[in-house]
């Protein structure tokens, strides 16, 4: 049967990127959605306001819902300080399997820890399964739809702490009104939007950074 898209990522890396450099793998996945195959990374663009806001955080504790291949895993985890770990979900078995395969290639497994299943039953299971408290930073890139209730999940199971760092992409497209709604109204978070554009092309998006202030 014809590969997936995701599979020819994986295999444009693996021809052109250069084993153990992250950055490499970065550039070669943006090279391949921009000139061959469009496929919904972060990308470039958005990808440098995530870099920036990484940096700043410094986080000791992240997790990212939504890995698709890897990308922003890749991007979020060359950024962390030596010691700490990117815990990223993944719901789709043919992504997780591809998205192993790129994090592998980057030599970035050690910082990151994939976990298969539904975000819904996973985050509840944070603290026992890794021994997390609360997250510093959480990156949302899953299903539009789940940014909302998970949010709220990850307050319920207290995994938010004064200070932790929501960013969320995709808010204007494909976009998350009801998200976006809760934590530009909610005194609980402080709210900031950043303007730009649905990786590899013109039309708007942004990234939606909400500090919570407990
Ligand atoms: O759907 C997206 N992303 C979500 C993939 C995913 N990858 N993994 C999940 C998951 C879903 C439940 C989960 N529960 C636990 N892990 C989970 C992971 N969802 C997405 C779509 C677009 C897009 C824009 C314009 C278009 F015309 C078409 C498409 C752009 C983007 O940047 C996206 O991120
Ligand atoms: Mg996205």
Redesign the pocket.
Known sequence: TRSTRPQRLLRAVQKKAIKGDPQSVISTIDYFCRHSEWA????DEKGAILDSVVCEVSPSTALE????CGYSTVRIARLLPPGTKLIT????PD?AAVARQIIEYSGLQDKICLVE????D?IPKMQELFGIKTFDFVFL????D?YLPDTKLLEECQLLRKGSILLA??VI??GTPDYLEYVRNSPRYESKYFKSH??YTK?E?GLEKSVFLG
């Open positions: 919904m990374n972060v990308g819902l939504g890995t698709y979900l993944e719901f789709n992504y299943g539904a975000s819904g996973l890139d899953h299903w539009k789940r992409d995709n497209c494909p649905l990786e039309v998006d």
